[in-house]
């Protein structure tokens, strides 16, 4: 995988705070102004230091999650178990207070999602994920030391491997899988950490916590 030198790191393209170009998530998040004028209600830039080597791929922003704050798993249950999780293994430090304000620093990872924009009922369409696939593709050829992949949830993995030229044929999500990838990149799969998912006991904490020690393992072993 071809990357930018650490000096010559630009910021990855991303939508316009008003991006027109899946009318859907544009009706969405004009209904919302009205109804939360207070949100964040545009699309959620990614969050973390440039020359991460760990990147985490979500789904969408959560409606009074991401999309209220303005970043990425803070608001919503999501971020209260990503974020412990990512303090546990090193890979952030300071308090996650749901704010964007709150001092947490992200370290050696980002974090970002499939879709940008808030979806109707937290489930994009398919033409919506295609069409946010080239700032997916951005965020991944202008990461640097970039060498994990993970990925919440079936979406996100399809869509990462989408954005690395690669058919969703290439290799099939499940749980706590670790993929080897053709560019030399990992792709780690773990279930969404939303409330659902643990409400429901698909995804327990320890189950979470092993994806993020394989990770902790890979990255501290070169790869």
């Known amino acids: 995988m071809s990357v930018a030198a650490p000096d010559a790191c630009a910021v990855p393209d991303?939508?316009?705070?008003?991006?027109?170009?899946?009318?859907?998530?544009?009706?969405?998040r004009q209904a919302n102004q009205e109804k939360f004028p207070s949100f964040h209600n545009a699309p959620v830039r990614s969050f973390g230091p440039l020359d991460a080597?760990?990147?985490?791929?979500?789904?969408?922003?959560?409606?009074?999650?991401?999309?209220?704050?303005?970043?990425?798993?803070?608001?919503?249950?999501?971020?209260?178990?990503?974020?412990?999780?990512?303090?546990?293994y090193g890979f952030a430090s300071?308090?996650?207070?749901?704010?964007?304000?709150?001092?947490?620093?992200?370290?050696?990872?980002?974090?970002?999602?499939?879709?940008?924009?808030?979806?109707?009922?937290?489930k994009p369409a398919t033409q919506e994920i295609k069409e946010c696939l080239t700032f997916l593709?951005?965020?991944?050829?202008?990461?640097?030391?970039?060498?994990?992949?993970?990925?919440?949830?079936?979406?996100?993995?399809?869509?990462?491997?989408?954005?690395?030229?690669?058919?969703?044929?290439?290799c099939k999500f499940a749980h706590q899988a670790v993929h080897e990838l053709p560019n030399g990149l990992l792709l780690v799969d773990s279930y969404h950490c939303s409330r659902y998912n643990t409400n429901t006991g698909r995804l327990t904490e320890e189950m979470f916590e092993a994806v993020f020690k394989t990770v902790r393992s890979r990255i501290d072993a070169g790869g």
């Open 94 to 122: 300071g308090n996650y207070d749901k704010r964007p304000d709150d001092g947490l620093d992200l370290q050696d990872c980002r974090i970002t999602n499939a879709v940008r924009c808030v979806p109707p009922e937290n």
């Open 53 to 88: 080597r760990l990147l985490i791929v979500g789904l969408a922003p959560g409606l009074k999650g991401a999309n209220q704050t303005g970043r990425p798993f803070t608001g919503d249950y999501a971020g209260d178990l990503l974020y412990a999780t990512l303090k546990k």
């Open 14 to 28: 991303s939508p316009a705070s008003d991006c027109p170009i899946c009318p859907r998530l544009s009706a969405f």
């Open 137 to 170: 593709t951005s965020e991944l050829t202008t990461l640097p030391n970039l060498k994990v992949l993970v990925a919440l949830g079936g979406i996100a993995h399809g869509a990462a491997l989408s954005a690395l030229g690669l058919r969703k044929s290439h």
